[in-house]
């Protein structure tokens, strides 16, 4: 679980975050949304600390990061994965070796065992033969799996993803989507991710925090979208007429089951 409270954050005197409170929980995947400049890389940012807050604080199960020293935050960093938008491999390395540099940085396995690790998390992306592959040799969507590879490879308890589905059509979208989802909730990991997709928040938006210029606006998960009466909220995930059209129908719909069995 990670705790926000009252995050902010500003570049001279452009205040970015203003104030920003919330709770990322364990097993789920925790969505932050909102428009291109609202504030979701910075927060995730300040999260894994590559950004330092202004105000407020941020804890990693209970202990307080925001506090701690560069020494400190090495065993919190330890547990943290990232998938790096447009997955950022090295080029120069094949499939396999991207996956396993987190195992040579930070593990004292053999060789041996590295490989197992790699062969596992590689077959768990559905990805068994493209092992000696160099990145230009697969699509967007491998490069996207052997990101999460790699991201999980350490058997990190925090996952951060910011915007996974960047330059993805929407089916290999969904599909790394309910990847990254799968993985969440069978080794229970606290995922962030960053989007503005809106498929992925009506397919795996458990816990949803919209942010609206700096503050979160909406707080809620993928069911509770259907029923919001916030204006914003509304008119940032429906923002076509065809989509407003089809929130209203799918709300009906709920009404009359609602109805029809109680
Ligand atoms: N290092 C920086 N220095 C100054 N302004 C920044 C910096 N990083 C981000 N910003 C500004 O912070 C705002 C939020 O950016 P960002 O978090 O990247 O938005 P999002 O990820 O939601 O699209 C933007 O106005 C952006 O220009
Ligand atoms: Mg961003």
Known sequence: MI?????????GDKEILKGISAIMEAGKANLIIGASGSGKTVLMKCMVGLLEVDAGE?????????????????????????????AALFDSMTVEQNVMFPLEMFSNLSYRERKKRVDACLARVNL?????????????????????ARAIVLNPKYLFCD???????PQTSMLIDKLIHEITVEYNITTVINTHDMNSVMEIGDHIVYLYEG??????????IIFSKDEKLNQFIFASQFLQDAKEMRQQELLNQRSGTG
Request: hydrophobic share 30%; aromatic share 8%; with cysteine.
């Open 215 to 224: 503050k979160k606006q909406w707080e809620g998960s993928n069911k509770d």
């Open 128 to 148: 068994q033969d493209a092992h000696k592959k160099y990145p230009a040799e697969i699509s967007g969507g491998m490069k996207k799996r052997v990101g999460i």
């Open 58 to 86: 941020i804890l990693y199960d209970g202990i307080s990061f925001s506090s701690m020293s560069n020494a400190e935050r090495k065993h919190i960093r330890k547990e943290i994965g990232m998938l790096f938008q447009g």
């Open 3 to 11: 705790e926000l409270k009252n995050v902010c954050k500003r570049f």
């Open 163 to 169: 915007e996974p589905n960047s330059g993805l059509d």
